[in-house]
């Protein structure tokens, strides 16, 4: 049986309206690790995709029971740029996509990385506004603890995560040990670079103000 269908594999899923806000697989026992990509594709509660696949193979090597995938935007497509053409409907006057990826997903993201064992991230360079990146990974690693550390799989030359589908020089061997990608104490990540998508709208905010610079 191909691994897109394996047994052995407990699969679920949570969505809201059209949005998938988890993606979780269950090997058995051990940490339960949490991952968190740009947006879902296609794999659901009944089916895996080539991500998902590669998800389950890595983590039930590495020792974890099980994982949760959550997202920066919960837009379900396989296509980026069509991820990337709805959140720009938010400058447009689209509240409830606004709403749904900063009221809902943003609240659900940081709760699951809060209760996870280990949180890794990988949105790999399709993660265009770096504003939000960093709101959200503010978000993660500030207020209730725990603040966990966030894991990667190596970086691109920009230092965003890598994502498992990344080709050529950024291909990710099936081994590849995790490395820490931005410890909880330190606030450093990308090079500073001016957003190319602005996804505030007022009121209310979608980023929130931040007290200082946070990058270098």
Known sequence: ???RHR???RRNAEFHGKNRLTL???FGLGPRALVIG???SEANALRDDPTSIWWNRWFEAD???GYDAVNLYPICTSNPAECRRIVATIDHGARDVRDDIHFVNLAHVVAKAKAASKVFVCWGAIAWDIDWVEHVVEEIQSGEAPCPDLW???TTQSGA???PMARGKHRIPADQAAVLWRPASRTWGYPQRRSTANISMEPPPV??????PHRN
């Open 38 to 40: 740009c947006n879902p």
């Open 161 to 163: 995560p890598k994502h």
């Open 1 to 3: 049986m191909s691994d």
């Open 63 to 65: 020792g974890f029971g």
């Open 7 to 9: 047994e052995g594999i």
């Open 152 to 154: 990667c799989w190596g």
């Open 207 to 212: 980023r929130m103000p931040r007290p200082g």
């Open 24 to 26: 979780s697989r269950t």
